[in-house]
């Protein structure tokens, strides 16, 4: 059968998708590399090579497809972006916690890249670099349990039968009050929402400790603070109701303060977190049922957007930020 993607060209979502799936893996394989040059833990490192030759395929097959086209190949980053002589600035457990928040993150790009592409040789891929990130992730999370550095969502007594909530004032104002226990929805998003945090905690501390710029390191003192507080907010929401989990990861930063890492990459994987969190605090206030709850993710989203845009113009005042593709301004034609 004939290859009819040949005659199809790209059409903005699948500029973008690509686009964004080469930045981010550049990005990440930075880190792989830092890590594979430390790691001693004999069952994490193959965790992290899998890793890494699940974004080199991506790579590789995303210039390819640029390539065809004839499509400007983006910048993203390098070895000129990762100084592979540096000391470990993270211990193996964090190494192996990075692998699993990568895949947190990129199962789910991948599921909705494939709802928005229009060629068959793209869906392909983006369903190959899916399966293989599900298959590792599977493995890391196996592995994190072993380990003993993976805390499971709070657990609750079975409901007896399904029920339906009454329809009654006093009954719906405290369903959606602040008198409530948390539900099921909410309480799974909280723990995701901690989660998160404590592992942005630590990489925030690590980049604190090498960061020489001042102004970049005052930028990071604020993601530090915004972290914390949103995970002493949640967890104290947990602990009203009879929940504690504990911090999902270990402080697992060493002692060094040799960077391995450009500050470019430092600030571009801040902002690429920043926008993480405004997606997922999107999805956990959308299934919050009680207002307090609602209200407090609302403001996170706020504190998260105002520190995404600082940390974006550190980076277009620095030259740091590649700009996306652009369609033609006709307004211009016009006007010539």
Not at 154 to 173: C, D, G, M, R, T
Not at 227 to 242: G, P, V
Not at 252 to 266: A, W
Request: glycine share 4%.
């Amino acid at each position: 059968m004939e290859d009819k993607h040949h005659f199809v060209k790209l059409t903005s979502a699948d500029i973008t998708i690509l686009w964004k799936t080469y930045i981010q893996s550049t990005a990440v394989r930075c880190f792989y590399k830092h890590f594979l040059q430390n790691l001693q833990d004999v069952e994490i490192k193959p965790m992290v090579e899998e890793a890494l030759n699940n974004v080199d395929y991506t790579i590789g097959n995303v210039e390819a497809i640029f390539n065809e086209e004839k499509f400007p190949i983006p910048k993203g980053f390098s070895d000129k972006d990762v100084d592979l002589s540096a000391p470990a600035l993270f211990t193996d457990l964090y190494a192996l916690s990075f692998v699993y928040r990568g895949g947190q993150i990129t199962i789910p790009h991948y599921a909705n890249a494939l709802t928005k592409v229009t060629r068959m040789d793209i869906y392909a891929l983006l369903q190959e670099c899916q399966s293989r990130e599900t298959e590792l992730h599977r493995k890391v999370l196996n592995l994190m349990f072993s380990k003993g550095i993976f805390d499971r969502p709070p657990k609750i007594e079975y409901p007896k039968e399904a029920e339906f909530i009454e329809h009654q004032p006093s009954l719906v104002n405290t369903w959606l009050g602040e008198k409530r226990p948390l539900n099921v929805l909410e309480l799974a998003e909280i723990f995701q929402d901690i989660e998160r945090n404590g592992m942005g905690l630590v990489l925030l501390i690590g980049f604190l400790q090498v960061t020489k710029d001042k102004e970049i390191k005052n930028y990071l003192l604020k993601g530090k603070k915004l972290a914390e507080n949103q995970i002493e907010t949640l967890d104290q929401l947990l602990k009203e109701n009879d929940h504690h989990i504990g911090s999902p990861v270990p402080i697992e930063v060493t002692n060094s303060t040799t960077s391995p890492f450009s500050e470019r990459l430092i600030l571009f994987l801040i902002s690429a977190s920043n926008q993480v969190a405004i997606s997922k605090l999107g999805d956990a206030l959308s299934v919050s049922m009680r207002k307090d709850l609602a209200v407090q993710y609302g403001r996170f989203i706020a504190d998260v957007i105002k520190f995404g845009d600082e940390g974006q113009k550190l980076m277009i005042e620095r030259g740091w930020m590649e700009k996306p593709p652009q369609p033609m301004d006709r307004n211009k034609l016009y006007k010539s």
